[in-house]
């Protein structure tokens, strides 16, 4: 009884000791740490990191506007919270073209409101000949006063007009597992280029994605990815990222001119996006055949 009471404390001790050490060159060495799940830097084998755009007007997003479950909403409620929010970041510059989170780049929450606000009325058309007034028509808004005497049209876009989320991340492949990772790096919220006087898409907040996570958990109510097939049994926003629970379109890529996929391949219009598709199917093809090696 005693030798089996000694066994069992040996293999205790043994295997702490084990999962100590296996902790330990987890964390040990150069990593991400702007990563939810950080990946050790010698173990990657190949890294891209790549921006792409996920437009919830269409269908397959549409779970991430479901009443009272708005990742838009939540997002820039958070960023304008000076007590309990989520702090927000301006767009990548040309002295920050991999999209690193510097203080510098830090915006208040006034400043988070101001790049939401309408285009002034008395700044005339819109590019392509849009006018302000069509514009917010078309948006769900309204220009005029219908409201009465006493009715305020409000001078910012409201939250489900804004329907552009771009996504920065890195395809890792860890040669330690030997498998793909999508780590996510950060969240921007945009305008869409038919809502700028620029005719440009217009950043309004980049959220770190590490902060974003656990400001999810704060509103767990609030940030659930709305389940069709199991409305009983949603999936928080983290775990429908975490399954690529999204359609998105790349954008842009690591490159030595830093430039977009039409830029880079020189295409526009429909070419570009089908250059998009086509750089999607290349990632896809380059993990499949690096076991034919």
């Known amino acids: 009884?005693?030798?089996?009471?000694?066994?069992?404390?040996?293999?205790?001790?043994?295997?702490?000791?084990?999962?100590?050490?296996?902790?330990?060159?987890?964390?040990?060495?150069?990593?991400?740490?702007?990563?939810?799940?950080?990946?050790?830097t010698e173990d990657i084998m190949f890294r891209m990191r790549v921006w792409s755009w996920m437009d919830l007007r269409e269908k397959v997003n549409s779970r991430w506007t479901a009443q009272g479950n708005e990742i838009v909403k939540l997002l820039l409620q958070g960023a304008m919270d000076e007590i309990d929010g989520i702090t927000a970041y301006r767009a990548d510059s040309i002295r920050n073209p991999e999209g690193d989170f510097l203080d510098e780049d830090i915006i208040t929450p006034q400043q988070v409101q101001a790049r939401m606000k309408l285009p002034e009325?008395?700044?005339?058309?819109?590019?392509?000949?849009?006018?302000?007034?069509?514009?917010?028509?078309?948006?769900?808004?309204?220009?005029t006063n219908t409201g009465g005497a006493n009715a305020e049209v409000s001078p910012y876009y409201e939250?489900?007009?804004?329907?552009?989320?771009?996504?920065c991340e890195d395809f890792v492949?860890?040669?330690r597992r030997s498998r793909a990772y999508?780590?996510?790096?950060?969240?921007?919220?945009?305008?869409?280029?038919?809502?700028?006087?620029?005719?440009?898409?217009?950043?309004?907040?980049r959220f770190k994605y590490k902060d974003v996570v656990e400001y999810f958990k704060k509103f767990?109510?609030?940030?659930?990815?709305y389940n069709a097939q199991n409305p009983g049994r949603p999936l928080s926003f983290t775990e429908a990222?975490?399954?690529?629970?999204?359609?998105?379109?790349?954008?842009?890529?690591?490159?030595?001119?830093?430039?977009?996929?039409?830029?880079?391949?020189?295409?526009?219009?429909?070419?570009?996006?089908l250059a998009s598709q086509r750089f999607k199917?290349?990632?896809?093809?380059?993990?499949?055949?690096l076991w034919e090696y």
């Not at 969240?187 to 700028?196: E, V």
């Open 1 to 40: 009884m005693k030798l089996r009471s000694f066994l069992l404390i040996g293999l205790c001790v043994i295997s702490f000791g084990l999962n100590a050490q296996e902790d330990s060159v987890a964390i040990r060495g150069d990593y991400n740490r702007n990563s939810v799940r950080p990946i050790r």
């Open 121 to 143: 009325e008395d700044e005339g058309d819109l590019p392509g000949g849009v006018n302000i007034d069509d514009l917010l028509g078309s948006l769900g808004g309204d220009s």
């Open 159 to 167: 939250y489900n007009d804004i329907m552009l989320i771009e996504i």
């Open 173 to 175: 492949f860890d040669k």
């Open 182 to 205: 999508w780590d996510i790096q950060s969240i921007s919220i945009l305008l869409h280029p038919a809502q700028t006087r620029a005719g440009t898409t217009q950043v309004i907040a």
């Open 220 to 225: 767990p109510k609030q940030a659930a990815w």
């Open 241 to 273: 990222f975490d399954l690529r629970m999204f359609d998105s379109r790349p954008i842009r890529y690591s490159n030595p001119e830093n430039g977009r996929i039409e830029d880079v391949e020189g295409v526009q219009g429909l070419n570009a996006i």
């Open 281 to 289: 199917n290349k990632l896809l093809e380059f993990e499949h055949n």
